[in-house]
């Protein structure tokens, strides 16, 4: 397609005499191309006239040499021996003559921003065209292929830049993307565009109205950002508080460490009995929290996470009271998984009134939800947490939600009060369960973490 454009370009600088209607005949490849330069001559309306338009029609380069100044007409031969002695040259580079004068041989090219600040787009996404050189009629809204919602028209902004306005539908999440192919649009001398652009904007309209508030991409490699990251190790010595088996190591990268966009946590079958606080575990894991570094009231945090798929271990994402008093502060389980059934996760509430050591009401108030891939796959875990409401989702699907009874009764509702996120692998215990002889590592990985927080 290159090579075929090049030599057109080339046979137009040698026959400086076809008519740009002939040159357009003899082009390649679409209609488009054969029509474009007739109809910008036609367009009455642009400010900017082509020096080959003549009246409706085209002037003949031979005609507009005669008419040119002496300084152009040096200028253009000079242009056209330098083309031809490099062989056409490429795209890409700087016009010369200027971009549309015969003798331009570059082709143009578009690239494409987009409106969308931060991650994720939560309203309409502007999309922005910048021309390399101008289009004229060449470039309309039917070049491009939309896809994620619904597209407005192509606006031009100047002569270079042009938006574009995709509306997602209502309430949706996905992705809002815009491409242009090669080949569809064409400089005003005719030479087509031979690379395509596209762009894709995430969006997420439940999230209008929400900012990013804190996050962890992970994308540096090593231990965890330690601006951002803790770990509780304090129950190694005494034992942990639902029998699990594990000892949890502090700045240990076999335990915990950011590699190729990720953080992983890596339980290990291993007894780390020269540690100062070692308790007689056989297995070692990592427990990562944000106390004291960050904790929110109220939010949309989603962990995109791929969990262990070995028998007996114990993944949890999930959030404590920064008072320290629990089970009054509250907990939310964003993501539990059982050691037995890697199919299935659970989202939980723990208050006062709700934990397991008050059989009157029960150990807690949750939900569990098959996710057969959850082991094998990276999944969106989800909490929205408002005022009024906890609901826990996976893969914007919520499955469990517990409502502010708003009777002020804080044995019940304690969540009006900062909580700090924690991401922890156990190992055993009363969810892990028995854990498979055979076992050596096991792993939860997570691509990131997402705080979004109402905008004031
Ligand atoms: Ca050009
Ligand atoms: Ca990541």
């Known amino acids: 397609m290159h090579d075929l454009i090049l030599g057109t370009n080339r046979h137009k600088l040698l026959d400086m005499d076809m008519s740009p209607a002939k040159v357009a005949q003899a082009a390649p490849p679409t209609r488009k191309l054969k029509t474009a330069a007739a109809k910008l001559c036609a367009n009455k309306s642009r400010s900017l006239r ?5 009246g409706d029609g085209l002037r003949s380069p031979a005609a507009q040499r005669a008419q040119a100044r002496p300084w152009q007409r040096v200028a253009t031969a000079l242009t056209a021996l330098l083309l031809a002695s490099c062989g056409g040259g490429g795209g890409g580079g700087v016009e010369s003559p200027a971009a549309g004068l015969p003798g331009d041989t ?7 921003s987009s409106s969308a600040t931060g991650l994720t787009a939560d ?38 830049r042009y938006t574009l306005v995709v509306t997602p539908a209502a309430g949706a999440n996905g992705t809002a993307s815009v491409s242009l192919a090669a080949g569809r649009i064409s400089d005003l001398a005719g030479n087509v565009n031979t690379t395509a652009a596209s762009m894709a904007v995430p969006f997420d309209l439940r999230l209008t109205g929400w900012t990013l508030a804190w996050a962890d991409e992970f994308n540096v490699d090593g231990l965890p950002d330690a601006t951002k990251w803790d770990y509780d190790t304090d129950r190694n010595r005494l034992g942990w508080f639902n029998n699990e088996l594990q000892y949890y190591a502090r700045s240990r990268l076999d335990n915990a460490r950011v590699e190729g966009g990720r953080l992983i946590i890596t339980a290990r079958k291993e007894s780390l009995t020269t540690a100062a606080d070692y308790g007689g575990q056989r297995y070692t894991s990592a427990r990562l929290v944000t106390r ?11 962990v995109r996470a791929k969990l262990p798929c070995g028998q007996g271990t114990w993944p949890a994402i999930w959030m404590l009271g920064t008072g320290g008093r629990w089970p009054d502060d509250g907990e939310i389980d964003i993501l ?10 659970m989202g939980t509430v723990h208050t006062r009134a709700y934990n397991y050591f008050n059989g009157s009401v029960g150990v807690g108030r949750g939900a569990s939800t098959a996710l057969p891939d959850a082991c094998t796959a990276f999944q969106n875990y989800q909490l929205t947490w408002t005022a009024d409401r906890i609901q826990i989702g996976v893969n914007d699907r919520i499955y469990f939600a517990f409502d502010n009874p708003k009777n002020g009764d804080t044995t019940r509702w304690p969540f009006d009060n900062p909580q700090y996120l924690i991401l ?7 969810l892990g369960g028995a854990v498979d002889p055979a076992f050596t590592t096991q792993q939860m990985e997570v ?4 705080v979004y927080r109402r905008q004031p």
């Open 123 to 160: 309203g309409p996404v502007t999309f922005t065209f910048t021309a390399s050189e101008d289009l004229g009629a060449s470039f309309t809204g039917d070049d491009l292929v939309v896809a994620g919602g619904t597209a407005g028209p192509l606006t031009p902004v100047d002569g270079l």
């Open 336 to 345: 539990e998984q059982t050691g037995q059934n890697k199919s299935q996760v």
């Open 424 to 430: 922890n692998l156990a190992i055993g215990g009363d």
């Open 50 to 54: 082509r020096p080959w338009c003549w």
């Open 292 to 302: 004291d570094r960050a904790s929110w009231t109220y939010g949309f945090i989603e």
């Open 447 to 450: 691509d990131y973490v997402r």
């Open 106 to 112: 570059v082709a143009p090219t578009v690239t494409i």
